[in-house]
């Protein structure tokens, strides 16, 4: 039975599990497009607006309208309103869309310590100055209030890992002190919110980033679906602490409809694997077996020591061909 005949809802994960700098992954559109439960795309970037995010989506062959996007940066403005009232001035590091949604919310968007805002909202902002964050960290060490949108410290591309939220969040941090509070992933607000949308009584979470998509998901207390076309690979899984580990592990989003117990940590393509000291030792195989097969054999045992492992020893030649590219 496909794992999605027992799913209402995919809460997908934009970069590195759909996209990688808005050029889609192989197999991910063809995989959505043809599930037959509904999916919602939920991002900690908060560069673009939901409406511009869903656009984007169309143009790579997608389905998706504006309602169908939660991004970061609405989940740290829904955040600071707990603290915030009608008028309060708000200075925005972000985009001008970013910006926006904080004018649309009512409030009013400042660019100076000098206007006292009530609160400092982060998000990415390729075009970030010193100056810009000059004046953030002045106004913290004002009294504001301080929000991230998220705390990614990369962002995947079709070029590699950039420079994330979090890296850029750091340089306040050193700066005044002061710690933000974080709407993104891995915190669960966005994932029970974007359920709750959907009236989804039994969700998958969907994405390639262990601390945030995975954590998130697990914190919601959702499934959650693991996709190895991002950041987190298979030494980040085998190291993955428990409240990181996910429910499903696959190479990509091709295999939503495969069998859930295809996609569990376990014995599978003819592998075994058993501990030998500090080490695991991965035996057995077949020619036809797979990478990921391999992968989910030795992460049953891994996952039920005490720490991780120190080797992983392939005994055989299938086992070596396997975990070639793990590294």
Known sequence: MSLLATHDALLLDLDGTVWEGGRAIPGAVEAINVSPVPGIYITNNAMRSPADVAEKLRAIGLQAAEQDVVTSAQAAIDLAAEHLSPGDAVFVIGTGSFREL??????????SAEDKPRAVLQGLDPEV?????SEAALAIRGGALFFASNLDTTLPTERGLMVGNGSMVA?????????PTSAGKPLPAMMLNAARRMGAQNPLVVGDRL???????????????????GVSGHIALLEAVKEQRPTYIAESLSE?????????????????????????LLERGTADSTSIQALRTVLQVAWALPKPADLIRPMSDDAYRAVADWW
């Open 102 to 111: 904080v004018g649309r919310a009512g409030y009013v968007v400042v660019d």
């Open 171 to 179: 340089a306040l941090v050193s700066a005044t002190g002061v710690t």
């Open 256 to 280: 939503l409809t495969s069998p859930a117990t295809d996609l569990c940590p376990g014995p599978q393509g003819g592998f075994t694997a058993r501990v030998d000291g500090n080490d695991i």
């Open 211 to 229: 601390d945030t998509d995975i954590e998130g998901g697990n914190a919601a207390g959702m499934p959650t679906f693991q996709v190895l076309t």
């Open 129 to 133: 100055t010193w100056a810009q964050l």
